[in-house]
């Protein structure tokens, strides 16, 4: 049996406050759950590989890695870039139905101008 390093011991006990941190985040309705998935499994994987050590360093040798935090800051900076970029894709969506809630706006207060009030007694 292999001893963990206080290393691996700390981000798998951060991976796992980081989990409860989403849990919560979600149960107060601050994150959706649509998000909270992305959070909840890149977690899981870093305490995965915390509390594993086989397996971190067969990961490791795998993609030519010198030390295994080094892979485990890695999985991070990788998390990171997969979330910043699918955020960006969420803000561009937002920002296109923005655009077009802004317009579909425009257009019924122009024909509420026009239009006579329906109903309305005529003289």
């Known amino acids: 049996m292999e001893f963990l390093s206080r290393t691996q011991v700390i981000v798998a006990f951060g991976a796992l406050l980081l989990a409860t941190f989403v849990l919560d985040l979600v149960r107060r309705r601050k994150l959706s ?3 909270s998935l992305l959070w909840l499994v ?12 086989p397996l971190l360093r067969a990961i490791t ?7 295994e935090s080094s892979t485990v800051f890695a999985a991070g900076l990788a998390f990171a870039v997969v979330m ?10 937002l920002t296109q139905q923005n655009a077009v809630l802004a317009r579909e706006l425009a257009l019924l207060r122009a024909e509420c101008r026009t ?9």
């Open 33 to 35: 759950e649509e998000h």
């Open 84 to 93: 910043l970029l699918y955020l960006s894709v969420q803000l561009s969506k």
């Open 42 to 53: 890149s977690s899981a994987a870093i305490a995965v590989l915390g509390f594993s050590t």
């Open 115 to 123: 239009s006579p009030p329906a109903g309305g007694a005529s003289a």
């Open 61 to 67: 040798r795998a993609f030519g890695i010198l030390f």
